[in-house]
């Protein structure tokens, strides 16, 4: 399964940007990048995905090196309600079987 | 309507009990999963249905069984559990699989406790 490396915590100030890396060196050409997110108590959301360029929807960004071996995802103004576990996905074909594992994730707090 | 219902979103059972997890979704998506997360731990894929069938089977021991009786509903049937599975059992769908350009949808997930 493609593996991605995350920081296990962030802190961010609310209404500051936060930022958010991801590497993931051994993607293969045809793998997307996803995001996702967990508050407490719920389910994961998804937030954004992407393959080679940059993608920008209503909930974030998501930079994607050239070389696609890192990403970063970008909230452009964190609210307390960003406060979640923030997961990099690589989609994970084996076989002709497709799926998304979870890494770790990155908790990221945020300060008023 | 872009929600995924788990029910019941508690669970107690004893390791002799049979029980069931159900998860409905009416957004006409072919493909459903279960995720199990353990607490403070990401979620694992345990099975993936595809147009109802069963496309992937992660080597989940035979006491969790899923079934799909129709593309909104799926099952998670419960027997002879042990502690150690006491989870939060979390439910899935995309519009189809496999397809690495799909986007889940969670739902909020079975916290089961398994005494």
């Known amino acids: 399964d493609a593996k991605t490396t995350q920081p296990n915590s962030m802190e961010s100030n609310e209404e500051e940007p936060v930022h958010l890396p991801c590497n993931h060196s051994?993607?293969?050409?045809?793998?997307?990048i996803h995001w996702y997110r967990q508050l407490p108590s719920q389910g994961p959301e998804y937030v954004i995905h992407?393959?080679?360029s940059n993608v920008n929807n209503r909930m974030a960004s998501l930079a994607i090196a050239e070389d696609r071996k890192s990403s970063t995802l970008i909230l452009h103004r964190a609210t307390l309600r960003d406060a979640a576990v923030y997961y990099c996905?690589?989609?994970?074909?084996?076989?002709?079987?497709?799926?998304?594992?979870f890494g770790k994730g990155t908790k990221l707090t945020v300060n008023p | 309507d872009t929600e995924v219902t788990q029910t019941p979103k508690h669970l107690v059972m004893g390791m002799t009990n049979k029980k069931s997890l159900k998860c409905e979704q009416h957004?006409?998506?072919?493909?459903m999963y279960w995720y199990k997360q353990k607490a403070k731990k990401p979620p694992e894929l345990m099975f993936v249905?595809?147009?109802?069938?069963?496309?992937i089977n992660e080597s989940v021991p035979s006491r969790f069984s899923p079934e799909c009786p129709n593309s909104s509903l799926l099952n998670l049937h419960l027997h002879a559990l042990q502690p150690e599975d006491s989870a939060l059992y979390l439910c899935?769908?995309?519009?189809?699989?496999?397809?690495?350009?799909?986007?889940?949808?969670f739902g909020s997930g079975t916290q089961l406790s398994v005494l």
């Open positions: 899935a769908s995309s519009q189809d699989w496999p397809q690495r350009n799909e986007k889940l949808f």
């Open positions: 051994t993607i293969s050409g045809t793998d997307y």
């Open positions: 992407g393959l080679t």
């Open positions: 996905i690589l989609s994970s074909e084996k076989g002709g079987s497709e799926k998304l594992v």
């Open positions: 957004m006409g998506h072919r493909a």
């Open positions: 249905y595809s147009y109802e069938k069963l496309s």
